[in-house]
């Protein structure tokens, strides 16, 4: 018997009164502005941007302050609203050598045209607390270097590719329109641009855990953070009544270019393979890890066994989005009655068999 | 660009179009207010918000692949013959509607010269500084590697 229940209408709405006062906290405190978010929560903007797929950090700010500062609660809310918008198309693609570098290193070159720009980086912070923070009202400022950096800084694959040594990376001929996830189905085997579509949309600690398994053998690679960049770079997009290409402003862009030792196959010769990554605002953790999960799932192309998860491009594409992957997990909450009633029956019906069959057994003995 | 003659103006559009898309709304609406208000127009688009898809290439030079979208808001108007387009990156509708006003104007050759005067050169040299002052503080971060001589050699 299937009975429908309704009910928690009255429940629902005031859980969404509590939620609005839990997540103003303590009223005594000013409110938090989505600007503050957005200008002194800029890393955690830049992940919820990458995994909403949405550049706009007034919106990620607004995200993250709906939902008390839950990453993928934010990057679900970003997901969402852009479904209510009209896409005008599609950009050129970005021109990452002419980014406006405000970062950028090699851990494979030292004496690279350009040279080491360290930029703002907590890399060579010695994480103690710094508790003057919990006092406010510093207005820091940073230096300011008589002459800017060079204007050509020239990716490190771009430079060392000219010796043969590396694997090249050139559009085929036709330099085709990419396959877009948001579009159309993923089918298996995936080329590189829903790989890399998937990757860039992908959840930051899933993709560190794959990259993290490769570094420990569950991969075999052995990359090199060829190069690491991080700046702005210009959006140009050709609308269709102007028919020339126009410039939309800037997007800060973090970029990953993984070199990695190949052994060759028949097919190919010894060289460096690559691996590649980007991302949304400022974000190296995820751009790194995305390009090692980006050589690792080319085990296909170079004829290399795919042993390991971070080979398998199903299991890495299938599970690295977390708003796909949180609506699964915490469907689960929601009512199961029906179902969980059903099994309950049948786990008293088995049990009931079978103290029918051992009371027999025994009046028989 | 100011000095250019007006018969180069299509050439110079996608320079002040880029300069427009870089600007705040408080930026532009400056020079109406200066200016006896918004001069009369017909909207052929409203404004409007939606995405574009941004694209990457593989390796930065491979195959084409798409990162992610962004918001882009756009306006159409129409000032006597001239149409003014805006799409900038962002959310903000009376930003749109002011750039594309100005687009018109600056086609205009009655109001080219004062338009480039008043607020796209302005701009710009804010622009190139704001670019300029950020690559001069990310250089002091820039590593200068000393060699190390060891022992009696």
Known sequence: MYVAVKGGEAAILATHDLIAEERRGDPALPELSVNQISEQMQLACARVMNEGSLYDKSLAALALKQCQGDGVEAAFLLRAYRTTLPRFGSSLPVDTAQMAIRRRVSAAFKDLPGGQVLGPTYDYTHRLFDFALMAEGGTPSAPVAELPLDAAMPRVPDILGAEGLMEDERPDALDRTPFDLTRDPVEFPADRDVRLQALARGDEGFLLGLAYSVQRGFGGNHPFAGEIRMGEVSVHFIPEELGFAIDLGDITVTECQMINQFQGSKDIPPQFTRGYGFAFGHNERKAMAMAIVDRSLKARDLGEAAHYPAQQEEFVLYHADNVEASGFVEHLKLPHYVDFQGELELLRKIRAEQAALAQQNEAAE | ?153
């Open chain 2, 1 to 153: 660009m100011l000095d250019t003659p007006l018969t180069d103006m299509n050439s110079l559009r996608p320079r002040w179009m880029a300069v427009l898309a870089r600007s705040t709304q408080d930026d532009l609406k400056h020079y109406f207010d200066q200016n006896g208000g918004l001069p009369d127009h017909h909207i052929m688009k409203a404004a409007e918000t939606g995405t574009v898809m941004v694209e990457g290439r593989a390796g930065g030079t491979g195959q084409r692949f798409n990162t992610g979208e962004a918001t882009v808001t756009r306006c159409v108007v129409r000032l006597g013959s001239h149409m003014g387009f805006s799409y900038a990156l962002g959310r903000d509708k009376n930003h749109a509607l002011y750039a594309a006003i100005l687009d018109a104007l600056l086609q205009d050759p009655a109001h080219h010269h004062a338009v480039m005067v008043a607020v796209i050169k302005p701009l710009q040299e804010r622009q190139a500084q704001v670019r300029l002052e950020r690559s001069r503080k990310a250089a002091t971060t820039k590593v200068e590697f000393f060699t190390l001589v060891r022992g009696d050699g």
